[in-house]
């Protein structure tokens, strides 16, 4: 094994040194959850619209009247399905089409490669605000799906196409720098069995990028949970297509906001993603990024 | 590791069928109009509970799907289904937006309906007037509003001196002077935080026809009002939150301010109550704020999403909404008990003999950034009075037609 | 005969390429193309028009929007400076402290996950949410956190700050979230990076006498010198897309001193219906990204010996 994927084995045995970087840590992160704490503090709290002062990180009373209130919304739960079905299915087709479009644009040789990748580049520093309008006309003449006579708009399926599609590009980019690390000898004793790409792909360098591919499912997971914009435009005129951060901006009053709901919200709206964070970096991101567990 | 992964594809793709299979909601028979609003809570509930039932009864054909959008980005939502086409049929949206969307073709004019004329005889002039644009009007009014005076009863008596809600600003000024602290606040630069106190002490934006505003932007008279706000502000009577970095109006009127001027939407209790804002040199003033309902251009149904505006301008719905704060707009029910037996209602209803409009124009915008801009300089940036109201007077020419 | 010959093969090697290449890139480039491309040569193209959104009616103006973007007002060189600065500021903070959490995370016995999770935790929290909670923490007069604590607390200040309605503190307050929520995202990928650096590397130079700050300085930061590039890129172009705390925080104000390009693109397009003004800054911030990344490349490939990307 040349590569330290077990700390234990490292040799950073002097113990004042582990405690510097204890206290060191610990501090950063005291600093780092404020804003947490914040958020925390006030979800208990009940307001007259007017946040306290002097501020409060930590709560008085544990009153959970106003996450009593969220979860009771009767739109709720819906909410919560449709988030975790659009961004499940998203995260799922979004990573498993940009890891082939990778390969392709990694391991392939064919004429215009780089001009293609040039292009979803700069797609990438386009701002994307402007794109909803022609990509809702395009969803809109999507009417050859039966049962869809108005095309796309305000369904499910539009949505995760436009996620999907948008997300394709940044992920390309960000896979294919790992699948070229991949080392060519690997594929070669493929190549050598009679295997062609698919072999090689499905054998060596999806089971090799497991650590690159469940990083960036991650990144997608949180864009696609948290993302308001496009949603609200497809499908917030279809109360049963609502989605966690639709329901979360109606808490914000017109006049006036209770905070104690939007915080109670936004860490209810929280907890989902924080558990598939810890699942996932404890199963998936480990070991290399870079290289990946290869001996050259 | 292929099977699994072709059996989760299909998985993928029976998902995406079932998805797409699950959407179809359209009866052909009956008519659905989908009807845009920002109501809040409240307001939504006496509208599902109250109006919606109201409609049911009458037009058992017409579904009402009523969408509550977020106010904050509403506007860019109403300009984003002009794009998209995938607009409301009917929608409640600002006085101040109106002849934008018109000049953008965004909405329908309804003056083209026979019974307009009829209709609209029964509204006020001041709401109804919003709608108009080069001739038509593009909406009913739905329910207006202005701002009046907020003033805490416990502060004024223990700051100022006053036992009784004074009646003129020189009385307020006198009595607020030397005290040491803000006693009055507003948020910020903009036209609706500001106008009220431009036009209170004497300011003019344009001609009667908003289509000059150099002779009346400049004037001795704006500037001077302008400059008494600045002076007001060096004597610790006035203070601009977003200027001064002074506590919010909410939060600050429970114990430092002693008045701010705001919507009836306000939590008003038993200590801090609505009042018609005290006149200056003999006048009050006050801007108009309030909700037309449009019937969209995009609409298939505009017959029908006109009957829905109507409907909402009738008496019983006006008077269901007025329950949650929605003052009325039509004339019958200006001296009803129901708004003059009301301790806010009335005061708001009376503040809006005083109140004036903004500027009706599909340029609101540019005319709101120019003013904004020309304010922070001054206030801010200390720059001169008199040369910035002339170059924004000038600027906004340019956007009057 | 011999170059048609060649030319022969060539074309058929070309169309074995794309045969093969087809089956892998054909998924995702159909959807681009209909989604992203279609629309983003819309876009490009409504920059040189005058488009009326309803009536969807598009008329060619040339260089009109560019000429009124750039010379009409201030608020696009406001803006432009604004992401500038975000991107001086932020970037370097960002890999600077990710790259020191991810060291020290990794260099740790015990707890990795604690600090793994805790520091990523802001960047998987909604930007709407998190803008929220930073304009509490820097409302102005007694609402804030920090005015609370500069002084009340600590008396540092005499008065108040009025953080979100000036020009400094209100872009300070701005660079100082971008900073927050995006550290974790980078420490993330450090730490990957650094766990795949040979342990042997560290174990000689442990011999030799280094401390961990000399390990730091000549083996991690070599070794991680590409996912740096990658995450410089990356924030870079996210520098450009600032957006929602500006709105939230600022909206700009001000007139227009902590205003950001993809503020005012939207604001000119949903707000007063300039759709070519709009799309002409999304055009000049898009090129823009794509020269800071040629010159990024450069500069890094010329340090790297022509290594890699």
């Known amino acids: ?296 | 590791m292929k099977k699994s992964l072709t059996l989760l594809l299909f998985m993928i793709l029976g998902l995406f069928t079932m998805v797409a299979c699950t959407d179809t909601t359209t009866v052909p028979e009956d008519i659905t109009l989908t009807f845009w609003h920002t109501y809040g809570d409240s307001e939504e509930a006496v509208l599902t509970d109250t109006v919606l039932p109201l409609w049911a009864a009458a037009h058992p054909n017409i579904t009402i799907n009523a969408v509550r959008q977020d106010g904050s980005q509403y506007h860019e939502m109403v300009v984003m289904s002009f794009g998209t086409g995938n607009g409301p049929d009917v929608a409640r949206i600002d006085i101040s937006n109106t002849a934008s969307y018109a000049e953008q073709g965004g909405l329908v004019a309804l003056n083209t309906f026979d019974d307009f004329d009829t209709v609209s005889a029964l509204y006020l002039d001041g709401p109804l007037s919003t709608s108009l644009y080069k001739g038509s009007y593009y909406g009913l009014p739905l329910d207006t509003n202005c701002k009046a005076a907020v003033v805490n009863m416990n502060l004024l008596e223990s700051e100022l001196g006053l036992t009784e809600i004074p009646a003129t600003m020189e009385e307020f000024i006198t009595a607020a002077t030397g005290r040491g602290t803000f006693s009055i606040n507003v948020s910020g630069v903009g036209d609706w935080d500001l106008y009220p106190y431009f036009w209170l002490f004497g300011g003019s934006l344009t001609n009667d026809e908003f289509t000059q505003a150099t002779g009346y932007l400049n004037s001795a008279a704006s500037i001077a009002s302008i400059n008494k706000l600045k002076e007001l502000n060096a004597l610790d009577i006035f203070t601009i939150r977003d200027i001064d970095g002074t506590a919010d109006a909410w939060a600050g009127i429970q114990d430092t301010y002693v008045m701010f001027f705001e919507g009836p939407w306000y939590g008003f209790s038993e200590d801090i109550v609505a009042a018609t804002i005290p006149t200056y040199n003999g006048r009050s003033a006050s801007v108009v704020g309030g909700e037309n309902i449009s019937v969209f251009s995009t609409s298939e149904h505009p017959e029908a999403a006109y009957e829905f505006a109507k409907f909402m301008t009738s008496e019983a719905v006006q008077l269901a909404m007025l329950t949650v704060g929605q003052l009325p707009i039509l004339k019958s029910l200006v001296t009803s008990d129901a708004v003059l037996a009301n301790p806010k209602w009335s005061v708001y209803m009376k503040q809006l003999e005083s109140a004036q409009a903004r500027i009706p124009s599909p340029n609101n915008d540019e005319i709101k950034t120019i003013w904004s801009n020309a304010m922070t300089e001054i206030f801010l940036n200390g720059a001169d009075v008199t040369a910035t109201l002339t170059a924004a007077a000038t600027a906004m020419d340019a956007e009057l037609d | 005969m011999k170059m048609t010959l060649t030319m022969k093969k060539r074309i058929k090697k070309g169309m074995k390429g794309w045969l093969s290449a087809l089956p892998f890139i054909m998924p995702g480039l159909i959807l681009v193309a209909v989604f992203i491309i279609y629309p983003m040569l819309f876009t490009i193209k409504i920059s040189f028009s005058d488009y009326r959104i309803v009536t969807g009616e598009i008329t060619n103006v040339g260089l009109l929007n560019f000429k009124n973007v750039l010379f009409e007002t201030k608020d696009f060189w406001y803006a432009y400076r604004n992401n500038f600065l975000y991107a001086l500021v932020t970037v370097p903070l960002i890999i600077f402290g990710g790259l020191i959490f991810s060291y020290l995370v990794n260099n740790l016995k015990k707890g990795q996950s604690i600090f793994k999770v805790g520091f990523y935790l802001p960047v998987i929290t909604s930007w709407v949410i998190v803008s929220l909670v930073f304009k509490y923490m820097f409302g102005n007069s007694n609402t804030g956190l920090m005015n609370y604590l500069l002084v009340d607390v600590f008396h540092i200040l005499d008065e108040y700050v009025p953080w979100l309605y000036r020009e400094w503190t209100g872009n300070g307050a701005i660079w100082l979230m971008g900073v927050w929520k995006n550290m974790g995202w980078a420490m993330l990928i450090f730490l990957a990076a650094l766990q795949s650096i040979p342990i042997e590397l560290y174990e000689s130079a442990s011999i030799d006498g280094a401390g961990l700050w000399d390990k730091f300085r000549f083996i991690t930061i070599a070794a991680v010198k590409p996912t740096i590039y990658f995450v410089m890129v990356n924030m870079i172009i996210g520098s450009f897309n600032v957006f929602i705390q500006v709105m939230l925080l600022t909206s700009g104000n001000p007139n227009g001193t902590t205003s950001v390009l993809q503020y005012l693109l939207y604001n000119r397009a949903f707000n007063k219906f300039e759709f070519g003004e709009a799309s002409a800054i999304g055009l000049i911030s898009a090129v823009t990204i794509v020269l800071l990344t040629i010159i990024l490349n450069k500069a890094f490939l010329l340090d790297r010996n022509g290594n890699g990307e």
Request: overall charge positive; proline content about 5%.
């Open chain 1, 1 to 296: 094994m040349m590569v330290n994927n077990q700390y234990t084995k490292f040799k950073t045995k002097n113990r004042i040194t582990q405690i510097f970087i204890w206290t060191f840590l610990i501090i950063a992160l005291i600093v780092f959850s404020i804003p947490f704490l914040i958020m925390i503090a006030s979800s208990f709290e009940e307001f007259s619209y007017v946040l306290p002062y002097p501020p409060k990180l930590f709560p008085t009373s544990l009153d959970f009247a106003a996450y009593r209130y969220v979860l009771e919304q009767h739109n709720f739960m819906t909410a919560l399905k449709n988030s975790v079905i659009n961004t499940s299915i998203t995260v799922v087709v979004a990573v498993f089409i940009s890891s082939l479009s990778a390969y392709g644009f990694s391991r392939i040789e064919f004429p215009g490669r780089e001009l293609l990748f040039g292009v979803y580049l700069f797609t990438l520093m386009m701002p994307g605000f402007l794109n909803i309008i022609p990509q809702f006309v395009v969803l809109r003449n999507i009417t050859f799906i039966p049962g869809l006579s108005r095309g796309l708009v305000g369904s499910r399926l539009g949505l995760i196409l436009i996620y999907t599609a948008t997300s394709i590009c940044g992920h390309t980019f960000f896979l294919r720098n790992f699948f070229k690390n991949v080392p060519l000898a690997l594929s070669e004793s493929v190549v050598v069995d009679g295997g062609g790409h698919f072999s090689i792909f499905f054998r060596i360098i999806l089971p090799l990028s497991k650590p690159a591919i469940g990083t960036m499912s991650i990144f997608a997971l949180q864009g696609f949970w948290e993302e308001y914009f496009t949603a609200k435009v497809l499908v917030g005129a279809n109360e049963a297509m609502i989605t966690l951060p639709l329901l979360l901006q109606r808490l914000n009053g017109e006049h006036a906001t209770r905070w104690e709901w939007v915080f109670a919200a936004s860490l209810l709206a929280l907890i989902p993603i924080i558990i598939l964070f810890i699942v996932f970096q404890k199963k998936l991101v480990i070991g290399g990024l870079t290289q990946g567990a290869v001996k050259e």
